[in-house]
């Protein structure tokens, strides 16, 4: 497939400016950028959801104009996005087979025949579960598993993954990666979306890179390097971006004490001490219970038992509204469906945790001015694009709707901030503010607590790691044993 000069703009504002891009069989090509640098449009306009204003597509040596997702499929295209696509209600099988299955004479469909037949493609992928099992109860992995599966039965050559590991473990991760490395060996061509770098790295070949809605350069052999990734992305080097990780007094107030906390059956007692201006770690697999445990301290979830204290005072949150009141924010993992409110603008999602306290009190004290040009402030540190904080949250890319609510803790203060996956789907330049952002928050006296799936991020960001396996505490990290290795290997029980 060849992209040529692909230009797409909406409402004036160029989201792709002449793009282009080569992608061979039997080869994983990387397309890496910053959020806003034009990679979801390409997507979109190459699975057939939104059409071109310039440019050409070539494909097996014909020039073809994309018009629909039915025609991209019919030319052998599948596309698995961030947000997996699949219907929970469903079978395993009745997922695989979406739009497939031909009835009988009869007017039905033989279950058990197609079955036989899609049985050797998920073992090749090795998906472990029935294909008579419900698609709700999979985990991300499965999720990923069933969608490849949906890829090979349709014949597609060409698999375009979009931030393909963002929700799994390192574990996880690696399996997902083995896959794709078997896909290409068998012919397949994979266009690999990802912020993971040393992912890039490892399974394509070549690597493009858009900035603000350009190509600006393809990398392969020697010239695909971590270094000269960033400096593309960027526009510059990043090392001097990042600044050294505080360190709390170790005998500063404990901010929030949990005791015996638990929920079954994610959650098993967990106990630990948070202090201010510390930023804690949480480690662990997919279903470790890590954001469980999120979700019953900031009072999302009722406890089974146990115990917590806020600044030495009793804490038992009757809502996620009341430990908002008490000083508790959470920065959940599915910010799209529990963040944000799409169609609203980019300051009214900012202010939204403070917006019912406002409209509830007995005299209006909301000077929207005001707040807007402290949402604007924010907007600016997060390089949020576009900068125009009266833009609805829909329009933003996925990286940017996250640095949204981000932000608006970061407008709040609070006395404890969680934040889980907190740079998940982000780009490599705002990964780092956002690090930066958090430690000025921990300097500042903010208790953080941070969940992560990513092995690498722990060690560079926080002060002590806790590890969760199977709901509860496997291991404690402090300081210079806060490694990848000792992360990965406490995630196992």
């Known amino acids: 497939m060849d992209a040529q000069g692909i230009t797409k703009s909406f409402a004036g504002i160029h989201a792709l400016r002449g793009a282009s891009l080569v992608l061979r069989a039997g080869e994983a090509h990387g397309l890496v950028g910053a959020n806003g640098a034009g990679k979801s449009t390409f997507i979109k306009i190459l699975a057939g ?18 018009g629909d997702p039915h025609h991209a499929t019919h030319l052998g295209m599948t596309f698995i996005h961030q947000e997996l696509a699949f219907i929970p209600h469903m079978t395993v099988l009745e997922n695989i087979m979406l739009g497939l299955p031909k009835r009988t004479r009869l007017g039905s ?19 472990d579960v029935p294909l008579g099992a419900s698609a709700k109860t999979l985990s991300p992995t499965q999720n990923w598993l069933v969608n490849i599966c949906r890829a090979l039965v349709r014949d597609a050559r060409l698999i375009v993954m979009d931030e393909p590991t963002a929700a799994l473990a390192a574990p996880e991760a690696e ?15 994979v266009l690999y979306v990802s912020h ?43 090392g001097e971006q990042y600044e050294p990780k505080h360190f709390p007094d170790r005998n500063s107030q404990v901010a929030l004490r949990v005791e015996g906390l638990s929920r079954a059956p994610r959650v098993k007692p967990v106990s630990f001490d948070l202090h201010r201006g510390e930023i804690l770690g949480v480690g662990g697999l997919v279903g470790a219970g890590r954001s469980e445990l999120a979700r019953l301290i900031y009072g999302a979830d009722k406890r089974d038992s146990g115990i917590m204290e806020l600044e030495g005072q009793s804490y038992d949150p009757r809502s996620s509204t009341d ?87 970061l ?7 969680i934040l889980d996956e907190p740079t998940r789907g982000v780009d490599i330049g705002a990964r780092a503010e956002i690090h930066r952002l958090i430690s000025q928050l921990a300097t500042e006296g903010v208790a953080v607590l941070v969940i992560s799936s990513d092995p690498d991020e722990l060690p560079e960001l926080c002060h002590r790691v806790i590890v969760l396996a199977e709901g509860a505490i496997n291991g404690e990290l402090n300081g210079s044993d806060i490694t990848r290795n000792a992360i990965i290997a406490a995630s196992y029980a």
């Open 109 to 127: 469909i033989d279950w058990q025949a197609i079955g036989k037949q899609i049985a050797p493609i998920a073992q090749r992928v090795g998906l």
């Open 411 to 417: 407008l709040r203060r609070p006395k404890v901030l």
């Open 196 to 238: 993971r770098l040393d992912e890039v790295m490892r399974l394509c070949k070549r690597a493009t890179v858009f900035q603000d809605g350009r190509s600006i350069g393809e990398l392969s052999g020697p010239s695909l390097s971590k270094a000269s990734l960033i400096k593309a992305i960027v526009g510059g080097e990043l």
């Open 175 to 189: 399996r997902l990666m083995a896959i794709v490395e078997d896909l290409t060996a068998s012919g397949v061509a």
């Open 323 to 409: 430990a908002v009141q008490r000083g508790i924010g959470l920065v959940p993992e599915e910010r799209r469906a529990e963040g944000i409110i799409p169609h609203r603008s980019i300051a009214f999602n900012m202010h939204l945790s403070s917006l019912a306290k406002i409209t509830f009190a007995p005299i209006p004290i909301l000077n929207w001015s005001e707040r807007k040009a402290r949402a604007k402030e924010i907007a600016d540190k997060l390089l949020i694009k576009p900068r125009d904080v009266d833009v609805p949250v829909v329009r933003l890319s996925g990286g940017n709707q996250q640095k949204v609510v981000i932000g608006r803790w």
């Open 49 to 66: 959801l939104i059409r071109p204003d310039e440019g050409q597509f070539t494909w097996d040596g014909s020039q073809v104009s994309i």
